[in-house]
């Protein structure tokens, strides 16, 4: 196997983190997304969309999306369960990891696609709906810090996947000046503890 990563990006972030939470070690290329290199027809050929990370199995199958990536790991290698065990929990902890990149990380990256000097002769950006992304996640953050009241982390009682794409999302955020506000004290707590994971700068 072999994962193509962009270090600075928030997706292969995620898989970072998911293998080093796993102990995990697979071969990488970086592909420079600055350079374009993600939009050359070699890269295109394992990826159409031309997004990172992928990950080409042994067989030249190349896998996207890194939900999908960190799902195949997990079978592979269960240990410890990442995505839960049984139904229920299972089912608890699709639903939070859902909810993270749905409310969480796609708001924060709306602002980042739309307000960054990254993206500024990319795509044609949209200030206003930049803006109004982030009077979104802030109201998402305080329905989250709410939430945290009753739990250590993001999907219950164990560290987890909807915790890696949340904290990912964060990550991001602070490019475009999206901080947790410092009365939310309960998702303060929770941020400043899965940052202090040995895994965190994946």
Known sequence: MILY????????RRVRIFMAEKGLTIPTQV???????????????LNPLGRL????LDDGT???ESLAICRYLEMLHPQPPLFGEGAQQAAVIDMWTRRMEQQVSNAIVDIFMHASDFYRNRITQVPAFAEWSREKIMKTLTWLDSEMAHRPFIAGHDYTMADIVAQCAFVLGKAVAIRIPADHVHLTRWFAEVSARPTARA
Do not use: I, W
């Open 5 to 12: 990563d962009l270090p600075a990006g928030m997706h292969p």
């Open 62 to 64: 190349a896998l996207s």
């Open 31 to 45: 592909v420079d997304a600055a350079k374009r290199e993600n939009q050359e027809p070699e890269f295109l050929r």
């Open 53 to 56: 990370p992928v990950l080409q």
